[in-house]
């Protein structure tokens, strides 16, 4: 069998959880199956990976325009594939014109979905329109559909339903366990600025609205004076969210000491030490199908503080691993809190909790830990990944 997985991202080009997932999946599935990876950006080295750029007509064209150039040149050469298998709406469009180009089968995993998403119509402008008809296009012809946890197979039926619901599988994100673990390295960490000696509350994602950040800049301000506050934030949406996030650490730096903004993406060992020195992680997204950080955190040994919405309580047990944070939520797609002062009351309150008990932090990071090598080894999504397979072919 050989599968075409498209992608946007693939190593080293990867800014995001749907980048770590493909590259996961990939090395998972290469075991017994010929897996070729077509994807966007500079040529690659790896064996079977073809990279393909925007071609330079489009250069200066609206973002979807340029992606829908190079889904084009990927559908094109997807021609002796038995099956194509693509992820976000990038890739999409290429998975959906390689099934009708080439009569094959077409898989799409859902990372996120545009109409949850409508914030991005700072980032595209019209292009949002065009990213919505991609995906909705691709997701209704799809001959299968993966969504990363529960909550977001309901968040797909709900805003596409007309899909056949039998068609949408939950295969869970995964973590490789022998390159997320507890990874003591205090010269790296001090190196990053962090006093490993004193409590700390880590955060790790992308500068963009679903992650909910502002949120946790105005909690962090009721956190004791000893605590630090780690952002490794970086790959900012828009000029707009990154002015707001900006002016808000700063903000805060000037009240207190111990605010440490890391705005490039960590190497892996940097940003296990970075876990593992933590008290507690946080993940104070509005949206979040799964959020494979915080699985990078439970891997690492860490507690996660989560907000109780998407896919987040399907991987922090509640009380056992972590904590979930309360929230209503908007129903117009932008998730936002209906109270927000009281959302961010909530997430200070429990972080404070967990920070006040390093010892039953300690134990909720170790449940953490055996979490994920319980229940999200890549080995168990391969598997399933390939039944999704056969069941097509």
């Known amino acids: 069998m050989r599968v075409d997985l498209l992608t946007k991202e693939y190593p080293p080009e990867i800014y995001g959880g749907a980048g770590v997932h493909v590259?996961?999946?990939?090395?998972?599935?290469?075991?017994d199956i010929d897996v070729v990876v077509r994807?966007?950006?500079?040529?690659?080295?790896a064996p079977s990976t073809h990279a393909y750029g925007v071609p330079a007509e489009?250069?200066?064209?609206?973002?979807?325009?340029?992606?829908l150039g190079v889904d084009l040149r990927m559908a094109q050469d997807v021609q002796g594939a038995d099956l194509v298998h693509s992820h976000t709406w990038y890739a999409n469009g290429a998975g959906h014109i390689a099934k009708l180009l080439h009569g094959v089968p077409h898989v799409v995993t859902a990372h996120s979905l545009e109409p949850l998403r409508p914030w991005k119509a700072e980032q595209l402008g019209g292009g949002y329109r065009v990213s919505s008809w991609i995906e909705k296009t691709a997701f209704e012809a799809a001959d299968a559909v993966i969504a990363v946890s529960d909550g977001m197979r309901r968040d797909i039926l709900r805003s596409y339903p007309a899909l056949d619901a039998s068609r949408v599988q939950v295969v869970y994100n995964g973590i490789d366990l022998e390159r997320w673990?507890?990874?003591?390295?205090?010269?790296?960490?001090?190196?990053?600025?962090?006093?490993?000696?004193?409590?700390?509350?880590?955060?790790?994602g992308r500068i963009t609205r679903q992650k909910g950040l502002p949120y946790l800049l105005r909690a962090a301000a009721a956190l004791p004076e000893d605590v630090q506050l780690v952002l490794c934030a970086g790959a900012p949406d828009t000029a707009g969210i990154m002015a707001e996030v900006t002016a808000g650490v700063r903000a805060l730096q000037e009240q207190r000491s111990g605010v440490v903004w890391i705005d490039r993406l960590l190497p892996q060992h940097e940003l296990s030490a970075?876990?593992?020195?933590?008290?507690?992680?946080?993940?104070?997204?509005?949206?979040?199908?799964?959020?494979?950080?915080?699985?990078?955190?439970?891997?690492?040994?860490?507690?996660?503080v989560g907000t109780a919405t998407g896919g987040i309580p399907e991987v922090v047990a509640d009380g056992e691993t972590?904590?979930?944070?309360?929230?209503?939520?908007?129903t117009d797609g932008t998730g936002t809190p209906l109270d927000p002062d009281l959302?961010?009351?909530?997430?200070?309150r429990i972080l404070i909790e967990v920070l006040s008990d390093p010892v039953r932090a300690a134990e909720m990071g170790r449940a953490g830990r055996l979490r994920a090598e319980r229940e999200f080894s890549w080995d168990t999504i391969a598997?399933?990944?390939?039944?999704i397979y056969a069941s097509l072919l």
């Open 23 to 31: 590259a996961e999946l990939v090395r998972a599935l290469r075991h």
């Open 39 to 45: 994807c966007f950006g500079g040529d690659r080295d």
């Open 58 to 67: 489009l250069a200066d064209a609206n973002a979807t325009l340029a992606t």
């Open 181 to 204: 673990k507890p990874t003591t390295d205090h010269d790296t960490v001090r190196a990053l600025g962090i006093d490993p000696d004193r409590p700390s509350v880590v955060f790790v």
């Open 274 to 304: 970075v876990l593992t020195a933590g008290t507690v992680f946080v993940c104070p997204s509005v949206y979040e199908p799964l959020g494979i950080v915080n699985l990078e955190a439970m891997a690492c040994g860490l507690p996660v």
């Open 322 to 330: 972590g904590r979930l944070v309360p929230i209503d939520q908007a």
């Open 343 to 348: 959302f961010v009351a909530d997430l200070a």
């Open 383 to 387: 598997v399933r990944t390939r039944e």
